[in-house]
């Protein structure tokens, strides 16, 4: 890897602006490329970009590549891993890092096996060892255990789950220099094409955004009192989520699965009724700062990792707690 010289992070935009994944990349990223000595580069693909370059030159980029091509301007896994693999023959990045995030799992896979490397999956943590090699630490055995890998390849790709790096803002830090470019893409490169589009509607606060979080479990015996959790959400300024027995009962659906295979939260208060704490929730949600819990089992796994905690049956316990709230919050 004599001339790599770079990190490269692929970054993302929702609603119209910079991702919080992104804003995490280019933090690790910084700090990864400070440790080489080296460049932190970041690229965006769609249209109409330069409005966003402002936001990452807040995080230290050294350069910013905006890939511009109107058939960049809906994701499609074929066009985006052409104009990464094009831009990455250029400027040889050392590592490339993604976001565990749709686009992110999506992509990562594909451009690993057009670049011919392999790919550390899942990585909650991401350092560079005496060899320049980035070491990535994942969890496993359902996060009862991590695993620490060293990637050999070149270049090394990673993906990074989100809400696990604290954003930190490195103001001139980077040389700032803006590329655009034009790659070469043609129609008749897409192999799979989407259809139709849908929207799931949000209200309120975001899951992964919240700072608090009130979760419901197979304990709850239906989809009906996830309703009664809605509200208690919505009385306290935050959004509702869900273990997966939950979501695989069809009770609610699965966007709002916390856990190993579903979103990771990081609120200051995780408010759980009737989840009984295994580690694949678990590993959705360790970084809550305070998790208070009902459950009618006194021994259930979820009170090791509670501040607070009520044993008994949440018909009982739910409603007085969410009325103390309204009278807390002046609600009727
Ligand atoms: C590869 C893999 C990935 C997984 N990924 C995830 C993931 O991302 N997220 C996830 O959540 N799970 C995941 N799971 C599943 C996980 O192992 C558990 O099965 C699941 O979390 C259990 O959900 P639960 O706590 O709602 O249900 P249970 O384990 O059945 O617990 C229900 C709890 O409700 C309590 N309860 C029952 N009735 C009442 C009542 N009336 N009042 C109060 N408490 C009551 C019970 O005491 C019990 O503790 C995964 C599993 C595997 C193998």
Known sequence: MANCQNILVIGELTEG??????????????????????????????????????????????????????????????????????LAASTN????????TLTGKELGPRLAFKLG?????????????????????????????????????????????????????????????????????????????????????????????????????RGLGGPEPFRDLEDLASLLGGATGASRAACDAGWIPSSYQVGLTGKTITPDLYITVGISGASQHMAGCSGAKIIVSINKDSEANIFKDSAFGVVGDWKEVL?????????????S
């Open 17 to 86: 602006s910079l991702s919080s994944t992104t804003k995490e990349l280019l933090t690790v990223g910084r700090n990864l490329a400070d440790s080489l000595q080296e460049d932190l580069n970041v690229v965006l693909l769609g249209e109409n970009l330069s409005q966003y370059t402002s936001d990452l030159l807040f995080f230290g980029t050294d350069t910013i590549y905006l890939a511009q091509h109107s058939l960049l301007e809906d994701y499609q896994d074929d066009l985006y891993v052409e104009a990464i693999t094009q």
């Open 93 to 100: 990045p050392r590592s490339i890092l993604l976001g565990k």
């Open 117 to 217: 490397t392999s790919l550390l999956q899942d990585c909650i943590h991401l350092a560079i060892d005496t060899n320049k090699n980035l070491v990535g630490k994942r969890p496993i055995y359902g996060g009862n255990a991590l695993a620490e890998i060293t990637h050999i390849g070149t270049p090394q790709l990673a993906i990074v789950r989100p809400k696990t790096i604290e954003v930190s803002v490195q103001e001139q830090k980077g040389k700032g220099n803006i590329n655009e470019y034009v790659p070469e893409l043609s129609d008749s490169m897409i192999q799979a094409r989407t259809i139709e589009k849908v929207d799931e509607p949000v209200s309120g606060v975001r899951l992964e955004d919240a700072r608090i979080v009130v979760s419901g479990g």
């Open 319 to 331: 409603p007085g707690f969410i009325d103390q709230i309204k009278s807390m919050t002046n609600a």
